[in-house]
């Protein structure tokens, strides 16, 4: 009787571990069978583990919000506590209107910052060929959900991780890079497998940088994640990327110009997120820098777009990028490997969440600040009229980016500056007219986005003619100039004080655009910036054109030959 009793014990405990084991949340190593570091990840192998994540993990949800212009999903990783999770939905409402001062008082706004936990999302890989950061996505992952240290942090957050941003050109780099590689890593720079080719797989499927179109979303990537970021309204945003190998490390603060439409409460967030990234990295003794070469100005960015959302938005950069491969023997005679750039990484990601884990409360309230302080900024209204081919695109974009746009439903006298002139002038607006003000909460981003020239920091233009005069390399990193009634050639004026008792309603595609039937031809001069998109439409439409072999003449105008 005893020795069945043992073995009956034997056979339970048996199970038991057997159930353990089978319950148990694990690594990536574990999972993907080798460790992360040692090779590239594909995609479809990083949506896996996340996967096994939510299935293991109470704490976890995947959630697809979009696709690829090469149908690769695109996935947001949701990680936060049991509690948390029970009243998510009421989580995300009350976060999202702390961007709605309109409606939500400063006292509701202490009221929800008091009880709620704040978020957090981590964006990685953009640039598909900054390959590490999508390998560091998961480490994060399994850390949050596997350190019992982490559960403070999922209590004060909803983390939003973002594995890959640009899944198209990552798998680009990575199917190339392990055709090229031989079976032993190759350190030397010169080797093959440091040297990609074009197109390389920084860009998405079209090519198109998407760290430079958060702003103007010409890509379904960018449109899809606009969406789900507007969803969110999170309190920090972090974009992951890598730089030249012969670097190290950066983070915030950035280097100026800081751009103007942001509060100036901004740089210390980024202060102290800073610090706390510079005392994991000391005590583990490795270098990093700050303060130079990437700015918070161009508004296209992973970092500025959400800063100008009411968010502390910041990029991280490790050394890496196409050319560093697995590994790469860099001038100081080291090699540097792709686990040291995950580590790092890794490291940055963690030592954010614990600092915005430890000012939840003060992030949400600047969330609010920041959009509530422009309700009571000094106003600017621009008017952008109708008529010219990009006026709808214009508004479209402006849209996507839920700005707030009114149309004339009644001519207006304006007296207001031309942003392609100077001086204030009268003129007449017809109805259609887009009427955009400022004073709304994304009013920062509608001056960026409309201005006709951006505010540099104190004495910048200055010392940058000083440094080219001295022939030396000035400190701009990227465009210093966007405004999009210039860029996309639409008529538009600014001015400080709108007419009073204007007839307006909220824009509307179908008010904006009657139908009217025409009996005469068309003519598309060869040098319209459109020439090639409607020929391309036509042509897909089977819509009948003829092309000029030369220019004509028509009254007082002149057409360029490739005229439609």
Same mark, same amino acid.
């Given at each position: 009787m005893m020795r069945r009793l043992a073995v009956l014990f034997t056979m339970l405990l048996t199970a038991s571990i057997a159930l353990g084991?089978?319950?148990?949340?694990?690594?990536?190593?574990?999972?993907?069978?080798?460790?992360?570091?040692?090779?590239?990840?594909?995609?479809?192998?990083?949506?896996?583990?996340y996967d096994e994540l939510s299935r293991r993990s109470d704490l976890v949800t995947v959630q697809r919000f979009g696709e690829t212009y090469e149908h690769r999903p695109l996935v947001l990783v949701v990680i936060t506590s049991k509690k948390n999770r029970s009243a998510l939905e009421t989580?995300?409402?009350?976060? /999202?209107?702390?961007?709605?001062?309109?409606?939500?008082?400063?006292?509701?706004?202490?009221?929800?910052?008091?009880?709620?936990?704040?978020?957090?999302?981590?964006?990685?890989?953009?640039?598909?060929? =900054?390959?590490s950061s999508a390998e560091a996505s998961m480490q994060v992952a399994s850390a949050l959900v596997r350190d019992p240290s982490s559960s403070t942090i999922l209590e004060n957050l909803v983390v939003?991780?973002?594995?890959?941003?640009?899944?198209?050109?990552? =798998?680009?780099?990575?199917?190339?890079?392990?055709?090229?590689?031989g079976a032993v890593r190759n350190s030397n720079p010169e080797s093959l497998e440091h040297s990609e080719p074009w197109p390389g797989g920084r860009t998405n499927h079209y090519m198109v940088d998407m760290n430079r179109d958060w702003a103007w979303t010409s890509q379904q990537e960018s449109i899809a994640r606009v969406v789900e970021y507007r969803k969110w309204n999170p309190q920090v945003f972090v974009d992951f990327h890598e730089m030249g190998y012969g670097s190290s490390y950066f983070f915030p603060p950035d280097s100026h110009p800081i751009n103007a439409n942001l509060p100036k409460e901004v740089e210390g967030w980024l202060d102290k997120f800073g610090r706390a990234n510079a005392e994991a990295f000391t005590s583990r003794g490795w270098p990093f820098f700050v303060?130079?070469?990437?700015?918070?100005?161009?508004?296209?960015?992973?970092?500025?777009?959400?800063?100008?959302?009411?968010a502390i938005g910041m990029t991280y950069e490790v050394a890496g990028g196409g050319r560093a491969g697995s590994s790469v023997l860099r001038d100081d005679g080291a090699n540097f490997t792709l686990a040291d750039r995950i580590a790092r990484h890794f490291t940055t990601g963690m030592a954010t969440l614990r600092t915005a884990s430890e000012n939840r409360q003060g992030l949400l309230l600047y969330s609010f600040n920041a959009l509530h302080g422009q309700m009571s900024a000094a106003p600017t209204t621009y008017f952008i009229l109708p008529g010219a081919p990009n006026f709808r695109?214009?508004?479209?974009?402006?849209?996507?980016?839920?700005?707030?746009?009114?149309?004339?439903?009644?001519?207006?006298?304006?007296?207001?500056?031309?942003?392609?002139a100077e001086g204030a002038e009268s003129r007449v607006a017809p109805p259609g007219t887009a009427v955009i003000s400022t004073r709304q909460p994304l009013g920062g981003l509608v001056q960026t986005l409309l201005e006709r020239?951006?505010?540099?920091?104190?004495g910048?233009? =200055?010392?940058?003619?000083?440094?080219?005069?001295?022939?030396?390399?000035?400190?701009?990193?990227?465009?210093?100039?966007?405004?999009?009634?210039?860029?996309?050639?639409?008529?538009?004026?600014?001015?400080?004080?709108?007419?009073?008792?204007?007839?307006? =309603?909220?824009?509307?595609?179908?008010?904006?655009?009657?139908?009217?039937?025409?009996?005469?031809?068309?003519?598309?001069?060869?040098?319209?910036?459109? /020439?090639?998109?409607?020929?391309?439409?036509?042509?897909?439409?089977?819509?009948?054109?003829?092309?000029?072999?030369?220019?004509?003449?028509?009254?007082?105008r002149t057409f360029a030959r490739g005229t439609l």
């Open positions: 084991q089978e319950n148990a949340i694990p690594t990536p190593d574990a999972f993907l069978g080798y460790t992360l570091g040692d090779r590239f990840t594909p995609y479809a192998r990083i949506l896996d583990y989580i995300r409402k009350d976060v /999202v209107s702390l961007s709605d001062p309109e409606h939500t008082t400063p006292a509701r706004a202490q009221e929800i910052a008091s009880a709620t936990p704040a978020i957090a999302w981590l964006g990685f890989g953009i640039h598909g060929n =900054e390959s939003l991780i973002d594995p890959l941003q640009n899944p198209d050109g990552r =798998e680009r780099y990575v199917q190339w890079f392990t055709r090229s590689s303060a130079e070469r990437f700015d918070l100005f161009y508004p296209g960015y992973g970092d500025s777009w959400p800063s100008l959302h009411g695109p214009l508004v479209a974009m402006l849209q996507r980016q839920s700005i707030r746009i009114d149309r004339l439903t009644a001519p207006a006298t304006l007296h207001a500056t031309r942003l392609d020239s951006p505010a540099f920091t104190k910048f233009v =200055e010392e940058q003619q000083k440094k080219t005069h001295a022939d030396e390399p000035d400190d701009f990193y990227d465009l210093t100039s966007w405004s999009l009634p210039l860029a996309m050639n639409v008529e538009a004026y600014a001015a400080s004080a709108a007419p009073a008792n204007l007839s307006i =309603e909220p824009y509307s595609v179908a008010a904006a655009a009657p139908v009217r039937k025409a009996r005469y031809a068309y003519l598309v001069d060869g040098h319209d910036a459109n /020439v090639y998109r409607i020929a391309g439409r036509m042509l897909r439409d089977s819509v009948r054109f003829s092309v000029s072999d030369d220019s004509l003449v028509l009254g007082d």
